[in-house]
């Protein structure tokens, strides 16, 4: 016969489930029936606290934190959007007061704050269609700033650093 003393491991042997599935298990102590009830709670609370743990890295908090953001749903610096009706394009900065701004990459930079609403701004992220790689002071950012220039022609306003720092954060982040 088990006997039913509490210890560390006593929740394998007076687990709150073992009504459930299998009557195999010893019976509730009489003497301390609050023993399983607590043993039961704070196994609850431990599987809580590791799906809050875990939703909380699904929000990827430290790229949140490396890129400025404050909010859910901020988008990284330099990120792209596109506007869903008129094709406008957006490109998340921060301004001189440190704040963020949307900025027009057609309009030189200015801030649109005001004077674009926000659904304007609202777009899919997607994938690059194309890559400009190059050694450092290969010129690469002139080539940029070249190419930019062409109407159909969308492009980050910082390196994204997507294969080099932040590959393991998968394509969800480099969207
Ligand atoms: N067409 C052309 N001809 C000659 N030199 C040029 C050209 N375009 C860019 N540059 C020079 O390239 C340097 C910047 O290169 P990158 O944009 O690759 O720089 S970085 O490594 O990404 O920071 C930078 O050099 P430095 O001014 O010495 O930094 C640019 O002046």
Known sequence: MVRSSWSPWGFIHQSPFRGMASSRGPPPDPGRPW?????????LGAVCAFLLYFLRRCEAP????????SRRGDAPLGTVRYGERNGTL????VGA???RRKRSSAGGGADVDGAMKEKEWRGARRLPHALI??????????????LRLHPDIRALGTEPHFFDRHYAR?????R
């Open 35 to 43: 023993v399983p009830k607590l043993v039961g709670m704070l196994w």
């Open 62 to 69: 430290e790229v949140a934190e490396s890129f400025g953001l």
């Open 133 to 146: 790689v190059g050694v450092k002071k290969g010129g690469t950012r002139a080539l940029l700033e070249f």
């Open 97 to 99: 007061d440190g704040r």
């Open 170 to 174: 998968g394509l969800t982040w480099y």
């Open 90 to 93: 957006g490109v998340v900065g």
